[in-house]
């Protein structure tokens, strides 16, 4: 039966993705992260802008998160330089943007360093192209002013309506595509809505993709609200948003002492609320232990964790 096997495909970016993939590598057998570029800040952002390829830092933490136990060189892509003009840099971007001017390809850059750092699943970037991200948003002066660049819209002062991507027909990663079609299980991570996850869903064929699968799509919400990005939002406003946005989500899995949800409300958007404790105290952060519990239950059962 396929949850003897599964195949499950995980989608967004940073810590969330990398959080939720150290939870699925212990029950799946076959792991595809989808994992979003748009990020231009940090070591990404000056990579992004000196060589003009996508951001490599979420690719870089999925990466680690399947690494097998013990290889030395997870330890050494979180490394960052502390002086010179490196400074500020994680070796496994700087490895990645190598990698990407040697073989010509970002998504084969990511596929050799999943090979040096023996990754227990595969990860690809949600495009192969650099994109920028383009948020609309509602402010005292304006409605629906465009900001544009992932740094800009996490600050922007104001209510997000509105994600997609600059330019908005760029390419999904083919394998992607593949992996979502075949899937027992696609998982939409936890972790910033707007410039994490949404950016992934913002690729029309992904979307689209999502939409179509036979498997069950489970979206994981976040524990809290980030300022100010999602300040004022509650769960139930997370699932509306990725809704609206056009994705579709069958089981939206939430932490009952963390964020106020609306169980009425989440089935008036058509997905099952499902209730489970996923969180670590304070409840800040996913217990990733827990995390795969949850998501193995619903996998297994096809319906609630089991009490």
């Known amino acids: 039966m396929a949850e003897q096997h599964p195949k499950v495909v995980a989608l967004g970016g940073g810590h969330g993705l990398a959080v939720a993939l150290t939870a699925i590598r212990t029950y799946a057998q076959k792991i595809t992260a989808v994992v979003s570029v ?14 003009q390829l996508p951001a490599p830092g979420d690719v870089r933490k999925c990466l680690v998160a399947l690494a097998e136990p013990g290889n030395v060189w997870a330890d050494a892509f979180e490394h960052r330089f502390e002086g010179g003009e490196l400074s500020g840099h994680a070796l496994g971007n700087v490895v990645l943007a190598g990698l990407t001017e040697t073989l010509g390809d970002f998504g084969a850059a990511v596929d050799e360093a999943a090979r040096v750092l023996g990754a227990v699943g595969r990860v690809v970037p949600a495009t192969t192209e650099p994109v920028v991200l383009k948020a609309h948003v509602d402010t005292e002066l304006a409605q629906g002013r465009p900001v544009e660049g992932q740094v800009a819209v996490m600050n922007v002062a104001g209510r997000i ?19 979502i079609a075949s899937a027992d299980q696609v998982v939409l991570a936890p972790g910033s809505l707007f410039t994490s996850a949404l950016p992934v869903l ?6 689209d993709a999502v939409a179509a699968t036979p498997a069950r799509v489970v979206q994981v919400s976040n524990l809290g609200t980030q300022v100010p990005e999602t300040d004022g939002l509650d769960a139930t406003d997370h699932l509306r948003a990725v809704i609206e946005h056009g994705a579709r989500v069958d089981q939206f899995l939430y932490s009952p002492d963390a964020l106020a949800c609306d169980e009425a409300a989440i089935r008036d958007l058509g997905a099952e609320p499902v209730a489970a404790d996923v969180s670590e105290p304070p409840h800040l952060a996913h217990d990733p232990a827990r995390l795969a519990t949850a998501l193995r239950s619903l996998l297994e059962s096809g319906g609630r964790p089991e009490a």
């Open 161 to 179: 309506r509105r994600v997609e991507l600059i330019p908005p027909d760029a390419p999904a990663h083919p394998d992607a595509l593949t992996a």
């Open 38 to 51: 748009a990020d231009d800040g940090g070591s990404s952002g000056r990579l992004r802008r000196d060589l």
């Open 202 to 207: 913002a690729v029309a064929a992904l979307r």
